[in-house]
Nanobody, 119 residues
Framework: VQLQASGGGLVQAGGSLRLSCVVS????????MGWYRQAPGRQRELVAG???????NYADSVKGRFTISRDNAKNTVYLQMNSLKPEDTAVYYC??????????????WGQGTKVTVSS
């Protein structure tokens, strides 16, 4: 299973970016999906998560600004980021839990996409 993230870049404070992450490979289904981020010198933290039924959760720091969504037909998870702040600068990693036909779960990570917000 591979996760390919895209959409990062350089944006001014107040701007927007949309991250995408496509899951490919051999699996039975995708359960939870999400986005984490890691800023220099800091631990990786959860930004937003979404279940297979569409239930979402967000870090307090991004509530009201970021929206996570998924397209199950395309095996893709998105992160719409609005009103970006310099403190949102980080490498963003997508995450997906898949199961095989025996319903054994596996965790997968994307390669990371860098988001830089200038002040």
């Amino acid at each position: 299973v591979q996760l390919q993230a895209s959409g990062g870049g350089l944006v001014q404070a107040g701007g927007s970016l949309r991250l995408s992450c496509v899951v490919s490979g051999s699996f039975n289904r995708i359960n939870n999906m999400g986005w984490y981020r890691q800023a220099p010198g800091r631990q990786r933290e959860l930004v937003a998560g979404i279940t297979s039924s569409g239930k979402t959760n967000y870090a307090d720091s991004v509530k009201g600004r970021f929206t996570i969504s998924r397209d199950n037909a395309k095996n893709t998870v998105y992160l719409q980021m609005n009103s970006l702040k310099p403190e949102d600068t980080a490498v963003y990693y997508c995450y997906a839990e898949t199961t095989n036909r025996a319903y054994v779960p596996y965790d997968h990570w994307g390669q990371g996409t860098k988001v830089t917000v200038s002040s």
